[in-house]
């Protein structure tokens, strides 16, 4: 017989013979277990609750709707085509609603000085 079966089946028996001597420390383990699996079963379940929570608060792209595909899919082209803009010509400025206030009076004029130096 190979050594490996041998030991095995000795170590089974072994195993049932201190389970059965010991039982009454097996269930003291158990219940010492038991609170730290409903501690980390709790936190757990907690975290997806809350995961679940967030998710649901976030606006959804619904792309089965041709109309919503469509326009998410032309606001991504007019994205790349600024993307583009800029990658080819970096010197050009950023296109913005406003330009903050008093940031008129600080930018250099065509000679590279600032007004008033």
């Known amino acids: 017989m190979p050594v490996l079966l041998i030991v095995g089946l000795a ?30 079963g709790g936190a757990v379940a907690a975290y997806l609750g809350w995961e679940e929570m967030r998710e649901r608060g976030r606006p959804k792209m619904d792309f089965s709707n041709p109309d919503e595909a469509s326009r998410y899919k032309a606001e991504a082209k007019a994205y790349q085509a600024e993307l583009n803009e800029m990658k080819t010509d970096p010197q050009a400025p950023a296109e913005t609603a406003e330009e903050p206030a008093g940031r008129a009076e600080e930018s250099p004029d065509q000679t590279g000085e600032r007004p008033g130096q």
């Open 11 to 40: 170590a089974l028996v072994l195993g049932l013979v201190l389970f059965f001597v010991w039982f009454s420390h097996i269930l003291a383990l158990i219940q010492a277990l038991l609170p730290l699996a409903f501690i980390v």
